[in-house]
């Protein structure tokens, strides 16, 4: 009889990296475990860009549910809840945390397993230094996309150049602030088309008005059609875990231009497969240099980000890790 997994998530009516980390999970292991996803919502009200199944997913009822079971979770805010099921009330639950971003705050409510997943090295380093994890009770485990096998990317060379900001539209993406600071200082031979949905959308929307330097998509699925036709893409957050989004760009072989926040700096190499800059000022300059890349310039960035995919972000690699995590429990 195969050993019950349940993977965890009460916000599956949205899509973000969390929710992708926790379906490729889930399809890493279903082969060799019994594993449902279990969420509180209807599945009615699911996203339907999780593909999940009637039959693999459970509504959270009563926490008595997870009775001598393994459970992935993926919210910090539930750590607390666990630690009374098994400690007061003998549930014999074995968890296994996923510490999806750098956090801080709630100290005392985070009582962290035996058994906790980092994506990154900020995030081992904000386990230890900020929550005091021991370092024996950490894996790092890389996140990942499947390999699509994409056409090499394109050199377009044609103006505007253009960049795709995919990502939830809020305050931790600062879509909002980079339209309020790059106003005045970017060229018109760029362009920047945010993707996504989130309670800054209609702000986003009245700032960007008519200008044509900024375009507002809307939710969207075809992710990596999007990328493939986009030039670079750009991400610039106030903090991050390892975005999935930069994987994704790595796999298309398409340029990045990022931040140095989370595991950013370990997807994007500054001058190799993108560009890293930490102000508004180094962020508008590099924009509006795009334009000045040589076609061999950006088709080795191109190149390279493939090559720094296929090294670590693979759903290969990823599976093996998380197989091998589970056995020992």
């Known amino acids: 009889m195969k050993k ?74 539930f750590l607390l809840l666990f630690w009374l099921l098994n400690h007061l009330l003998f549930q014999k639950i074995k968890l296994v945390y996923i510490h999806h971003n750098t956090l801080f705050g709630h100290k005392l409510l985070s009582i962290f397993p035996k058994h906790v997943v980092a994506i990154s090295d900020s995030g081992i380093q904000n386990l230890t230094e900020y929550f005091h994890v021991p370092t024996r009770h950490i894996t790092k485990i890389y996140n990942c996309v499947k390999d699509i096998q994409p056409e090499p990317h394109p050199y377009r060379g044609t103006l505007p150049v253009t960049l795709l900001l995919p990502a939830r539209i809020n305050e931790q ?74 994987i994704e760009a ?16 370990e997807i994007v190499k500054d001058g190799v497969n993108g560009f890293v800059v930490n102000d508004w000022a180094q962020l508008a300059d590099r924009l509006n240099q795009l334009s000045q890349l040589t076609e061999s310039q950006y088709l080795s960035m191109s190149e390279a980000g493939r090559n720094l ?21």
């Open 309 to 329: 995919y296929k090294q670590n972000f693979t759903f290969e690699s990823f599976q093996k890790d998380y197989l091998s995590l589970l056995s020992t429990l």
């Open 4 to 77: 019950k997994i349940y993977s965890f998530n009460s916000e599956l009516y949205k899509v973000t990296g969390v929710q992708k980390v926790m379906m490729d999970v889930h399809r890493a292991i279903q082969d060799e475990y019994d594993a449902k996803i279990v969420g509180t919502i209807p599945f009615e009200r699911i996203h339907t860009d999780h593909h999940i199944m009637r039959d693999e997913y459970i509504r959270l009822l009563s926490p008595f549910h997870f009775y001598d079971s393994v459970v992935i979770l993926h919210e910090r805010k």
């Open 173 to 246: 993406k600062q879509q909002t602030e980079i339209v309020r600071n790059l106003k005045e200082r970017l060229s018109e031979n760029v362009k920047i088309c945010f993707v996504g949905t989130g309670p800054q959308c209609e702000e986003l929307k009245q700032i960007i008005g008519t200008d044509k330097r900024f375009e507002y998509l809307g939710y969207r699925s075809d992710i990596y059609s999007l990328l493939h036709q986009a030039d670079f893409m750009l991400l610039y957050s106030r903090h991050e875990g390892l975005p999935i989004t930069l």
């Open 250 to 265: 790595d796999m298309m072989g398409t340029p990045v231009i990022c931040n140095n926040v989370g595991g950013n700096e």
